[in-house]
């Protein structure tokens, strides 16, 4: 019996073991794109961010992990974190009541799944399987709406700004991670994004902070 063909979106960063052991795989292609959040992305969007122990405390240590986790947590459907290395090894003076306080957060405020792993290697045999499922469940499943009527939600708002059409408001949700937070920007920050100028960002900035 042939094996199911299952399509994963890799970053352009992930190199390596990895790589190899995904090509290995049967019925498995990958596409090398460039993300600007995550490392994986499979069926059903998943995304899969993939962080060694050592880096994902230091995400802790500066608190660089919550905005990242916020912003895949609005733009995916799952996100699963797959974290390679021993956490509870001693270092940057972490306490174990850190990392255990850090990893409740993660499951229950922002619903992203954490999976150990030693290597590369099981990593990607991680990653296979959860694409396999993934694919099953797209196929097989009608998965609730809820994540994706909040995402459409966000589009709708931000597409009502003036000289703000469907593109740039796919930009801005993507640049900013949320609704909320590209309301919250300035002119400045707002020129920033793909498809925005000055003149439209300053536009919008102005309708947003009259209060007359």
Do not use: C
């Amino acid at each position: 019996m042939n094996a199911p063909a299952l399509h994963i979106r890799v970053d352009t960063r992930e190199r390596g073991r990895i790589i190899s052991r995904l090509e290995a795989l049967p019925g498995v292609t990958l596409e090398s794109v460039e993300m600007d959040l995550g490392d994986y992305l499979l069926p059903g969007d998943l995304i899969i961010e993939r962080k060694s122990a050592t880096d994902l405390i230091l995400s802790v240590v500066d608190r660089s992990l919550w905005d990242k986790v916020a912003k895949l947590s609005s733009q995916h459907e799952r996100v699963v974190y797959i974290v390679e290395g021993d956490l509870y090894t001693a270092r940057f003076h972490q306490q174990a009541l850190d990392i255990h306080r850090a990893l409740a957060m993660m499951v229950v405020t922002h619903g992203v799944t954490v999976l150990p792993s030693p290597d590369a290697d099981n990593s990607g045999m991680l990653i296979y399987l959860l694409g396999l499922a993934a694919a099953e469940g797209t196929a097989t499943t009608e998965r609730p709406g809820k994540p994706a009527i909040r995402r459409d939600a966000q589009l709708y708002l931000l597409a009502s700004l003036p000289g703000v059409d469907a593109d740039r408001a796919e930009s801005l949700l993507r640049h900013f991670g949320s609704a909320r937070a590209a309301l919250a920007a300035d002119a400045v920050a707002l020129a920033q994004v793909e498809g925005m100028d000055a003149e439209r960002a300053a536009r919008i900035a102005e309708v947003l902070e009259y209060g007359g």
